[in-house]
């Protein structure tokens, strides 16, 4: 008999009992005689109905107690997941960060670092336990550290760190409350994180853009100087005097030099603006070559200087854009001709390397000291000022240059000997 049908069986009985008790009292109370057994059985059934009934409630309370308990088990089981989830989700977000991220306890000791701050740092494997100070020595750092555990103060500063190359951070001190949800200040502080965002990139680029910036103006105002000198001499009456024609001819050089400084500008700002488009295209280098010689063979013979070409090229072709290589070619040959002795000599050459095909150009100059060559290609960068802008330099030929060739994937580099000459070398990749 299964469990349910022998309880119901046991209720029908008890629940029978019961009646024929209730039946024998009525008989007493119209005046019967009690009857013994029926007494007896009256009180079993009430004692067992009692005993059932007692039964079934407690039952009842008992599933709804473990229904509630395991409701409970469920949600606490599923909210320690999704804390567990979200902790997991956090440090690994902090640890793929750039910024070095370094989590503190409430005595100050450093309890997580992630990867970034260990490269930026250079911090050992084991760092945890140890305090932050042992580690970066930086008295400001100290001071917002030890603020923010005591006070609960969020602080932001600059910190330069005298390495070498020097590295510049932005620091973010943030206590932690102890209060979830609330702001640390004012409450009881359980630790910090301090955030550091390397930005010596953004300042170094900021200070190119300062010294660019300044540099340009340097560039313009001493032409526009000039030209504004000799226009007000002639208005106020040289005009029409010998000297008229000279001061003409000054303001006309300085014109060209102004022009040109603007041509060139107006070059590095489309390389560096990406808008450079490089119409690709198998070009025989020989031939390229051929037309820039003719477009410099008069500034040559100017100074007697004699323009060689390589056999080597001849049979040379690479993949390029032809107006642009043009300029490489044409600014590299015009300093070759520029820097270099009267009557001297200029010669180019081309040679098939596994990254390329590696042009060079060697001229009989005035070389360049081995201390300027690594600042060479830098904007507005000369060896000597005076006789750069006595040339009509704008200091720019070879920061553009640099920038055509590397556009092409290639690279460039310079050799030199003080006073014997200069040779520059470039590479492109090679047409097939
Ligand atoms: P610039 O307009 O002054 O010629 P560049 O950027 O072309 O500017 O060159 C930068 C500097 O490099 C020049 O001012 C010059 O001092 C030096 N230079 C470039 N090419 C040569 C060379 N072939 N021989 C000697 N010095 C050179």
Redesign the pocket.
């Known amino acids: 008999m299964s469990a349910k049908i022998r309880w119901k069986f046991l209720l029908l009985i008890a629940s029978s009992l019961t009646c024929f008790g209730l039946l024998q009292w009525g008989l007493i109370s119209m005046g019967q005689k009690p009857f013994l057994p029926m007494t007896f059985l009256t009180l079993l059934g009430i004692i067992l109905l009692t005993f059932f009934i007692h039964q079934r409630w407690m039952q009842s309370i008992e599933a709804r107690f473990t229904k509630t308990i395991d409701t409970l088990q469920a949600e606490w089981n599923q909210t320690l997941k999704r804390v567990s989830r979200e902790k997991e989700d956090c440090l690994r977000m902090m640890q793929e960060m750039s910024e070095g991220i370094l989590i503190l306890d409430e005595r100050g000791r450093i309890r997580w670092v992630n990867e970034a701050l260990r490269t930026l740092f250079a911090f050992p494997e084991e760092a945890t336990g140890k305090s932050p100070l042992e580690l970066i020595r930086h008295s400001e750092l100290e001071e917002a550290l030890k603020e923010a555990l005591k006070t609960g103060k969020r602080s932001s500063f600059e910190m330069t760190l005298p390495s070498s190359p020097q590295k510049i951070f932005e620091a973010n001190i943030i206590p932690m409350s102890s209060s979830p949800g609330m702001d640390a200040e004012g409450t009881e502080v359980s630790g910090a994180i301090a955030v550091f965002h390397d930005i010596s990139r953004l300042k170094e680029l900021e200070r190119m853009r300062q010294d660019f910036v300044a540099n340009v103006s340097h560039e313009l105002r001493t032409p526009l100087t000039t030209i504004k000198g000799y226009t007000e001499t002639l208005l106020d009456g040289a005009l029409h005097e010998e000297v008229a024609f000279s001061f003409i001819q000054i303001i006309q050089k300085h014109t060209d030099r102004l022009t040109k400084l603007v041509e060139?500008l107006l070059t590095i700002s489309k390389i560096e603006s990406r808008e450079l488009r490089l119409n690709l295209e198998p070009l025989n280098l020989s031939e390229v070559l051929r037309d820039v010689l003719e477009f410099i063979q008069e500034a040559a013979q100017k100074k007697r200087v004699s323009l060689q070409k390589d056999v080597s090229i001849e049979s040379i072709w690479v993949k390029a854009d032809r107006f642009y290589l043009e300029q490489i070619l044409l600014?590299?040959l015009?300093?070759?001709i520029?820097?270099?002795r009267e009557g001297g000599e200029i010669k180019v050459s081309a040679q098939l390397k596994d990254q390329g095909v590696e042009v060079s150009?060697q001229?009989s100059?005035?070389?360049?000291p081995s201390e300027?060559l690594p600042r060479?290609?830098e904007?507005?960068?000369?060896?000597?000022?005076g006789?750069?802008?006595e040339?009509?330099?704008?200091?720019?030929?070879?920061?553009?240059?640099k920038h055509l060739v590397q556009a092409h994937g290639g690279r460039i580099w310079?050799k030199?000997q003080l006073g014997e000459?200069?040779t520059?070398f470039f590479t492109l990749p090679r047409s097939l």
């Open positions: 060139d600014n590299l015009d300093n070759a520029k820097y270099n150009i001229d100059g005035i070389g360049i300027d060479l290609f904007r507005f960068y000369r060896v000597d000022k006789r750069s802008k040339l009509g330099g704008t200091g720019l030929g070879l920061a553009i240059v310079a030199s000459g200069s520059f």
